[in-house]
T-cell receptor, first 110, second 115 residues
């Protein structure tokens, strides 16, 4: 079955540093979503990408979807402790199946 | 808007007992999703509805699990009988529709512990 692989699984960075999280699928995706989850809480929607080559930004977070729509990256510039949490990518497959990556745990050291 | 509402937020029960989780989607959303999240398996889609009709329940682990959506503003996920391996956080999410440009909005989750 189609899966989403996220890397890295965990990340510890110093405050102010940039970081990138990747999400890869073996097949074309029909919608790619990035969510943030704080420990013990629900998922908060960040961004949605649909078109190949699309890029969106919100505050210091930028997400891109590659031309083939099989890989997405989430980039955080000048990280802050408030960015800490679990980042999940989710995607809609061709059969209206929603799948999620295993998540990337981010810790930002002050 | 209040967002997706789930209840209870925490549930502790003993093995063999029936558990009912509740969800109120965002008003106007036509699609509703039930997920389960564990450390081992991550976030798994259990079932989803569109216009109150179950579309895909292939993610429901066993016959012990059942879900209903009697109207556009309410859904339940029931586990009967519950087992310790059902312990997880259960999320409900809703969206305007099933197309790829319809973002899912998640509730805060119900943390279920089966002793």
């Amino acid at each position: 079955s189609q899966e989403l692989e996220q890397s890295p699984q965990s990340l510890i960075v110093q405050e102010g540093k940039n970081l990138t999280i990747n999400c890869t699928s073996s097949k074309t995706l029909y919608g790619l979503y990035w969510y943030k989850q704080k420990y013990g809480e629900g998922l908060i929607f960040l961004m949605m990408l649909q078109k190949g080559g699309e890029e969106k930004s919100h505050e210091k977070i930028t997400a891109k979807l590659d031309e083939k729509k099989q890989q997405s990256s989430l980039h955080i510039t000048a990280s802050q402790p408030s960015h800490a949490g679990i980042y999940l990518c989710g995607a809609l497959t061709g059969t209206y199946k929603y799948i999620f990556g295993t998540g990337t745990r981010l810790k930002v050291l002050a | 808007d209040a967002g997706v509402i789930q209840s209870p937020r925490h549930e502790v029960t003993e093995m063999g007992q029936e558990v009912t989780l509740r969800c109120k989607p965002i008003s106007g959303h036509n699609s509703l999703f039930w997920y389960r999240q564990t450390m081992m398996r991550g976030l798994e889609l259990l079932i989803y509805f569109n216009n109150n009709v179950p579309i895909d329940d292939s993610g429901m682990p066993e016959d012990r699990f059942s879900a209903k959506m009697p109207n556009a503003s309410f859904s339940t996920l029931k586990i009967q009988p519950s087992e310790p391996r059902d312990s997880a956080v259960y999320f409900c999410a809703s969206s305007l529709g099933l197309a790829g440009d319809n973002t899912q909005y998640f509730g805060p989750g119900t943390r279920l512990t089966v002793l």
